[in-house]
Every structure is written in C-alpha cells, then in structure tokens.
Nanobody, 122 residues
C-alpha cells in the first residue's frame, strides 16, 4: 500500500503562484507513474500533469501547458506541482495519484491522496 498526502493548496490571486507538494509513504519502492489531477464542482476529474518514475515521460493538460511544472524527488518520495500565472479556472481540488492503470495521462490510478483545495481569486 502507498499513502499520499497533498499540501500547499490555498488562496491565490490571478497571476499568482502556488506550489503543491505530495508526500508518499508506505511501499514507496513500488511507486512508478505519478500525477496531479483536479476536480472543480460539477465537473469531471481532469488530468493536470503526470510523469514517469524517471521523469522521461511527461504529460501536461492543454489548459496548463507553459504555466505549470511537475517534478518529483524519488529520494524524498515527493511529487511537486509548481503553478504559475494562475487563473480563476484553475480553482479546484487538486489530487495527487500514483501508479497509473494504463496511460499515465488518464485519471485512472491505483493510489490517491485526499486532495487539497486551490482557489484563485480575482
């Protein structure tokens, strides 16, 4: 089993930045792909960014390309999402996930965190 805990969410202004972190614990040697996903009220879960264990395979959703950067530190069992130039439409609950079921860009993963709220206000 792998446990994931997100942190770093909160309130930001339009054009501002936030950095999300996800700490993995448990059987972390078995963690492969990891990703960030988000869900706004009344909407389906959306893929934000994901990457392979080595970082050699990376995915970004069209709406965040050029603004968000995903990274990981396997030695520390951490996943990060640097979010710049935030927009109101980025408001959502952001979830960290590990071990994709299929392609890493799809929101089908074995392990999920509890989520962290990001609110972008104008």
């Amino acid at each position: 089993q792998v446990q994931l805990v997100e942190s770093g969410g909160g309130l930001a202004q339009v054009g501002g930045s936030l950095r999300l972190s996800c700490a993995a614990s448990g059987r972390t040697s078995g963690v492969h792909e990891m990703g960030w996903f988000r869900q706004a009220p009344g909407k389906e879960r959306e893929s934000v960014a994901a990457l392979s264990r080595s970082g050699g395979n990376t995915y970004y959703g069209d709406s965040v390309k050029g603004r968000f950067t995903i990274s990981r530190d396997n030695a520390k069992n951490m996943l990060y999402l640097q979010m710049n130039n935030l927009k109101p439409e980025d408001t959502a609950v952001y979830y960290c996930a590990a071990n994709a079921i299929g392609r890493l860009e799809f929101p089908h993963y074995y392990y999920w965190g509890q989520g962290t709220q990001v609110t972008v206000s104008s």
